[in-house]
Structures are given as structure tokens and as C-alpha cells.
Antibody, heavy 120, light 107 residues
Framework: QITLKESGPTLVKPTQTLTLTCTFSGFSLSTSGVGVGWSRQPPGKALEWLALIYWDDDKRYSPSLKSRLTITKDTSKNQVVLTMTNMDPVDTATYYC????????????WGQGTLVTVSS | DIQMTQSPSSVSASVGDRVTVTCRASQGISSWLAWYQQKPGKAPELLIYTASSLQSGVPSRFSGSGSGTDFTLTISNLQPEDFATYYCQQANSFPLTFGGGTKVEIK
């Protein structure tokens, strides 16, 4: 079955760069049509989509954060990495990675999420 | 960007009730809409995709309808495990956007 798990620091300082890794199993990112996306959720607030990478290395970003985000994949390791530069306290949130199935840009399997706090 | 507006933001209901949540897109998205359920401290779970298709393993008391700009999630015969927050998400175009959420609370 498909599983995903996020890993990375729980605390970062303002202006630092956040690097999160999504390690998955049960599917391959070399399979045509598949993708992995990242979303986040500040405490008590709604979900916000951040980025998506496809099997063919096509990448899409939230326009409001595009200048700060980079998404990459390592197909051999079954990992997707999201980096976000210049972190600010407003970026404090639970960050989720999720599987994008063939044919549509919604997410059918999600990781458990990782809470990242931005504070000095 | 396509804005997704959910209503109500919260609803109080009793076990056995029928609950309806609406989601309106700021422009037409055909049937490219998904619904998720999220419980406190947990990741979202996909309930409905392409507006009305039930995700595998989701109870049949959940149903979705709509197309274009107006969509509905209906929970018939509300069960204790259904008390949660529900989000819609448009999958028509980038950036992907979520609604603000609807919290279904115990009356």
C-alpha cells in the first residue's frame, strides 16, 4: 500500500532555509502520471498547497511562494525534497506531502505531517 | 487564482442527522473538485474526487455533487466518527486551492 512520511527539522530560525524530505513507498515516481505534492497548515488554519512534482520532473509552485520554494525528486531513493528559503514565523505550520494519482491534481494518500516552528 | 469558498464555516449536528456542506469556486472548474476530511492532529483524508466519485473505503453515507462553480458534500445519517473538519479543493488549474474548511461539531 502507499505510504508517505515527512522528515526534517522541527525548529528553524528566521531567515534560515527549511529542507523537508518526503520518503514514500508503494509507488514509483517513474510511473507515468504520478506526482507528489506538498501542502501546509498553520495551527488552527486551513490547508495551503505549496508545490507539486510529476513523474516527468515537471514542477508546479504556488505563485505566492514560488521565489522561495524548490521541489526535487530522487526516484532511486523514493524521496521528494522541498526547500523553502528565508523562513519567517508566519511559516510555522504542519507540512504534509501527498501522492497525486494518475489523471487528476488531488491527493489520495497523505503523510502524517511534520510541525515546523519558526522562532529565534 | 481560483478562490474556493465553503459554507457554513461550522455546523452543529446530532448523530443521525443529514449534513450538507457547500463549496463555491470563483470560476468554473468543471468537475475537478475533491473533498477531504480532517480530524484533529491528523492528516486530511480523501473522501470524494471529481465532484462525485467516492474514494475507495469511504462509507456510502458520504456523497458529492455539483459541477461548474457550485458543489455540495452531503453526509447522511451522521455518525460519531464523522465529527471533523471538511475541506474542498479545486483540481482544475494551478495554483491548487483549498476552501477555508467546515467544522462539523456535535450538537
Amino acid at each position: 500500500q502507499i505510504t508517505l512520511k515527512e522528515s526534517g527539522p522541527t525548529l528553524v530560525k528566521p531567515t534560515q532555509t527549511l529542507t523537508l524530505t518526503c520518503t514514500f513507498s508503494g509507488f514509483s515516481l517513474s510511473t507515468s502520471g504520478v506526482g507528489v505534492g506538498w501542502s501546509r497548515q498553520p495551527p488552527g488554519k486551513a490547508l495551503e498547497w505549496l508545490a507539486l512534482i510529476y513523474w516527468d520532473d515537471d514542477k508546479r509552485y504556488s505563485p505566492s511562494l514560488k521565489s522561495r520554494l524548490t521541489i526535487t525528486k530522487d526516484t532511486s531513493k523514493n524521496q521528494v525534497v522541498l526547500t523553502m528559503t528565508n523562513m519567517d514565523p508566519v511559516d510555522t505550520a504542519t507540512y504534509y506531502c501527498a501522492h497525486r494519482p494518475v489523471g487528476a491534481n488531488y491527493f489520495d494518500y497523505w503523510g502524517q505531517g511534520t510541525l515546523v516552528t519558526v522562532s529565534s | 487564482d481560483i478562490q474556493m469558498t465553503q459554507s457554513p464555516s461550522s455546523v452543529s449536528a446530532s448523530v443521525g442527522d443529514r449534513v450538507t456542506v457547500t463549496c463555491r469556486a470563483s470560476q468554473g472548474i468543471s468537475s475537478w473538485l475533491a473533498w477531504y476530511q480532517q480530524k484533529p492532529g491528523k492528516a486530511p483524508e480523501l473522501l470524494i474526487y471529481t465532484a462525485s466519485s467516492l474514494q475507495s473505503g469511504v462509507p456510502s453515507r458520504f456523497s458529492g455533487s455539483g459541477s461548474g462553480t457550485d458543489f455540495t458534500l452531503t453526509i447522511s445519517n451522521l455518525q460519531p466518527e464523522d465529527f471533523a473538519t471538511y475541506y474542498c479543493q479545486q483540481a482544475n488549474s494551478f495554483p491548487l486551492t483549498f476552501g477555508g474548511g467546515t467544522k462539523v461539531e456535535i450538537k
